[in-house]
């Protein structure tokens, strides 16, 4: 095999790798959910700090291979690419934190430099024991509530444009997993072992006899709601009128992250009033779709104001 052929053969197999790994590796709302969270708050980001966050979403998408452009394009091609980064954490949930940064010659916050060895995944939920009133000890310190805490504090802070843009992309995605109810919560035994956030809650058992849909899976997909290939505008649009941010005023201007685990709370008795391995009734579909509109559009909301708040002070200050 001649270099150039080599050459195009390899990057076709790592093209295919990266497909491959780039759908497998959903577990929070599904990609399509986390591009019309980011979507919603982009459209709702003042002219100034938009062109902002345009420049440094171009540069992340800039350095991602010609394979995962391509993909995210075809997928997402109405979003905006703001929008169209919102999946990528999911990707990168099995990466070290220092891995991530180094990929786009980034500076690890000096904050993060405890954690640069430490993997992705578990920023992005926090398993809070259901019911309540169990006391099991059970939930990691590298939670989504802590990570929302911290990469906020340090994208307020930095002055280095690769390392904003990171911390981005970063927020942007766990602003939405602290709205998925399934990854605020895990429902627990007698003994304490939880479902890990519905994961091991079969909905669904192959012939092979294996699970092929549980209950987390079902609330990625906001109960029915977000599917592949759709028309992202389209539906953030929708969502934006039928939800509008004067209807959520009040909570949008709540900034207490305790407060945003807790409003979750109020879903998991419905959520978990389906039986395992019994089908999904069309009252279940109605009612789940409706709390998971109305958490992506508040989602969204939410992040807007995050971004409108701190890029704004940063505009100011150059």
Not at 101 to 128: E, Q
Not at 308 to 314: A, H, R, S, T, Y
Request: hydrophobic content about 35%.
């Amino acid at each position: 095999m001649d270099g150039r052929l080599k050459h195009h053969f390899s990057r076709a197999i790592l093209g295919i790798i990266i497909g491959l790994t780039f759908c497998e590796n959903a577990k929070a709302w599904n990609y399509v959910g986390h591009v019309v969270i980011a979507q919603i708050a982009y459209d709702t980001l003042n002219p100034l700090i938009k062109k902002r966050v345009d420049d440094l979403a171009k540069y992340v998408f800039s350095q991602l291979p010609l394979s995962q452009q391509q993909k995210l394009n075809y997928q997402y091609n109405n979003a905006s690419e703001f929008a169209k980064l919102a999946v990528l954490p999911d990707y990168w949930r099995n990466w070290k934190i220092e891995t991530i940064f180094n990929k786009f010659n980034a500076k690890l916050p000096s904050n993060l430099l405890p954690y640069a060895t430490d993997k992705l995944a578990s920023w992005h939920f926090k398993d809070r024991p259901f019911p309540s009133n169990k006391f099991c000890g059970i939930e990691n310190k590298t939670d989504v509530l802590w990570a929302i805490s911290i990469l906020t504090s340090d994208f307020k802070e930095t002055q280095d444009f690769n390392t904003t843009a990171i911390l981005l992309i970063l927020i942007n995605h766990f602003i939405g997993d602290i709205h998925q109810p399934l990854h605020t919560i895990t429902n627990v035994t007698g003994n304490c072992n939880g479902d890990d956030g519905g994961n091991n809650f079969c909905l669904k058992i192959n012939r092979k006899g294996q699970c092929s849909k549980n209950l987390h899976m079902l609330w990625d997909g906001g109960v029915g709601l977000l599917k592949s290939h759709t028309n992202i505008q389209k539906i953030a649009y929708k969502l934006e009128n039928q939800y509008p941010a004067s209807a959520y005023s009040q909570k949008i201007q709540n900034i207490n992250l305790n407060n945003w685990l807790n409003e979750t709370s109020q879903y998991v008795s419905f959520i978990y009033t389906l039986l395992p391995q019994a089908s999904v009734p069309p009252k279940y579909y109605r009612e789940g779709q409706q709390i998971a509109s109305s958490q992506i559009a508040l989602a969204g909301y939410r992040l807007g104001r995050e971004l409108n708040m701190i890029l704004n002070q940063e505009i100011k200050n150059d």
